[in-house]
Structure formats: C-alpha cells, structure tokens
C-alpha cells in the first residue's frame, strides 16, 4: 500500500508540474486554441475548391433571339461572369492576359443551323493552365448548354434525343461545398500539430535547461514520468479538439452526422499517437530547434499532403499511396469525413482505429526502449 501511494504522488507530481508549465507558458495555450481558430477561419473562409464567378467571354457573331438566349443561360449561372467581345480576337487576347478563363464562341450561323435541325456546334476555348479548373470550366459549361439545349427543344415541342438519362443524387455533401469536406479535416491537422509539436518542445526544453538529469536522479520511475508527461498534453490536446469541433459545427454549419462519443475516443487514440509521436522527437533530438523542425517535417507536413485532407489518395502515384499508410492523420482524417458526413459507417471507423491503434502500440514500444536506455 505504502509503495503504490508513493507512485501515485510520484506521478500527481509530475501531473502538477506539467500543468503549472503549461499554465505559465503561453505559448502552449495558444497552439491549443488560438491556432485551431486561426486555421479554421483560414481554411473555413479563404480556401476554396469550388468554382463560382468563374469569368467567362462570351461572342455573338450574329445576336439574334437564340444567341442571346443561350448568353442569358450564362448570365444566370451561379458558376460564370460573363464578358461580352465582339470578335473572337478580342476574346483571345483577354484569354492570354488571364482577364478571362474560358470563350463561348457563337458563330453566325449557329440560330439558322439550329433552327433548321441541323448540327450548331458553338466553340469553347479554355484556359488549361490549371487543369483542375479547365476540367471544372468544361464541366459547367457542358451543364448550361445541356439545360439550354433541353428548354430549346420543350419550346420547339421536340423531343431531345437523349439515349442515356442521368438521375443524379449526391450523397453526404450534397451542396457539393468543400468547406465540409476540408473543415473536418483541418481538426486532423490541428491535432497533429497540438500532440507532436507541444510534446517535442517542452520535452526537449527539458534536457536544454538541465531539469531532466534532475529527474533521473529522483525515485521517479519511467513510466511515471512518460504518463505524468502526457497526461497534461493529452487534456490540452482533447480540449482544443473539443474547441475547433464546436467551432466546425456552430461558426462553419458542418454537420456531425455521426456519434460524438465515437468522435471523442477515435480523437483521443489519434492524440495519444501524436503525443508519442512528439515524445519520441524529444527523446531523440534534445534540442527545441531541431525538435521543432523534425516534428514539422515528420508530423505536419505528411498529414497536410499525404492524409487526403487536401489531395485525393487515390490520385497520387501508387508509390506515394503506399507511403500514406504509415501516417497516422491518413486514418483519422477518413473517420472524421466519415462521422461529420456520412455518419457511424462502421467498417471505415473501426478498420482505421484499428490502424491507429497498431500506430500507437508501435510508438509506445518505442518510446519505452529510448528511454529506458536514456533515463537508465
């Protein structure tokens, strides 16, 4: 009894000085919560994938009737701004100073071709530069001119020989917005920096100042330290998890359409993986600079590019697929797209927990085996 008292007011001690450091260093409080706010507004409001107001030239060779009708199409598309040229020339050189993304060329005998049933095909120039965007562009534009070409021919009491008709349902984000898409995952992102980043430096500003060697020599155990170490972090981390996901849910109208109490313990397996993550830079690097910059490159980085926050996984070379399997964020981003989105999708929660709770016996072992050789 006297033993197991003794290690547990070894680690409320280490518990209480943690905290205190905390406290007193703001630092810690405001990459738990004011860089989750931040980053959230950032990527909530200033970072888009969707294509709105995209300028768009418009030519009329011969205006009639039809030609403007098809122009007002464009006009009340929620996806375009249209300029009007008078020559295609003039649309052109708009085009390469970057004025415009896109030309709707009609030519002068697209209404009399039209109207006489014969093909009417009206040129589209795009602006490739950025491939994503043109594919997005030609996307719209083929939509407008679909929908047109369906009210010109209910007007002419034809039927439009259509030999497939599509019945679209998007499921899950049906606005099709990418602030859900992006938001859950930013949470990701900011748990990734709370865990890695705050372990590795505070851990490592222990051996700069001294203070560690000052531990060893107490009747401290390992395991007392590394847990009255993380517990601290581990609180910090799930409240500023708790603050950006409120923030996601009332500031950004992002749905959570799955169990929050899922979402607590899929957040706290990912916490205690970063915060071994962190433990493990310390341990190795010793040094708040150089701790800093490998939590960076090691942590951030990979769950910025390689988790499918931000670039489809499934659109990376199959090397660089393989290599995402070994990021920690890879596996939570998916539940958290999968809990805030679709809802408690049972085998995509449970395999990716599974893996996360893989990562996190693996870093244990090894933070376990650096620091019984250093501490020993």
């Known amino acids: ?9 070894r680690l409320l001690g ?3 000085k943690e905290s205190w450091q905390i406290l007193r260093d ?3 409080i405001s990459i738990a919560f004011v860089m989750p706010v931040l980053l959230l507004f950032l990527f909530g409001y200033g970072v888009s994938l969707d294509a ?5 030239g418009i030519v009329i060779e011969q205006p009639d009737t039809l030609s403007h009708s098809l122009a007002g199409s464009f006009e009340r598309s929620e996806f375009f701004k249209p300029y009007y040229f008078n020559a295609i020339q003039e649309a052109q050189q708009a085009l390469d100073e970057r004025k415009i993304d896109a030309v709707i060329w009609l030519r002068n005998n697209f209404s009399s071709s039209l109207l006489a049933g014969q093909e009417a095909p009206i040129g589209v120039i795009i602006n490739g530069v950025d491939s994503n965007q043109a594919n997005i562009t030609q996307g719209y534009i083929q939509g407008v001119w679909l929908a047109w070409l369906t009210h010109f021919a209910e007007v002419q009491g034809q039927a439009l020989p259509m030999p497939v008709a599509l019945d679209q349902r998007v499921w899950f984000n049906a606005a099709l917005s990418s602030r859900m898409f992006l938001v ?11 865990g890695s980043l705050l372990t590795a430096l505070v851990v490592a500003r222990e051996w700069e100042r001294g203070t560690m060697e000052a531990l060893m020599v107490t009747p401290l155990r390992i395991s007392e330290m590394l847990v009255g170490k993380l517990i601290p972090y581990f609180i910090l981390g799930m409240g500023g998890m708790l603050f950006s996901v409120a923030l996601a849910i009332w500031q950004f109208d992002v749905p959570l359409r799955g169990s929050f109490w899922l979402l607590i313990l899929a957040s706290a397996l990912f916490m205690l993986v970063a915060l071994l993550i962190g433990l493990l830079i310390s341990i190795i690097a010793k040094n708040q600079f150089v701790a800093g910059q490998i939590a ?3 942590t951030f980085l990979p769950a910025f590019i390689l988790s499918g926050f931000l670039f489809d996984i499934n659109s990376m070379p199959m090397i660089i697929q393989v290599i995402t399997h070994i990021v920690p964020a890879r596996y939570f981003v998916a539940i958290l797209q999968t809990l805030f989105l679709a809802g408690d999708v049972w085998p995509v929660v449970l395999a990716n927990m599974g893996a996360l709770f893989l990562m996190l016996i693996f870093f244990f072992t090894l933070v376990w085996k650096k620091s019984r050789k250093r501490l020993e």
Do not use: E, F, N
């Not at 859950?184 to 709370?194: E, F, H, R």
């Open 14 to 16: 280490v518990i209480r």
């Open 52 to 56: 709105s107001d995209i300028p768009l």
């Open 184 to 194: 859950p995952g930013l949470v990701a992102i900011i748990m990734t920096l709370i």
């Open 26 to 28: 703001p630092s810690s």
């Open 296 to 298: 960076i490159i090691v």
């Open 1 to 9: 009894m006297k033993a197991q008292h003794a290690a547990r007011m």
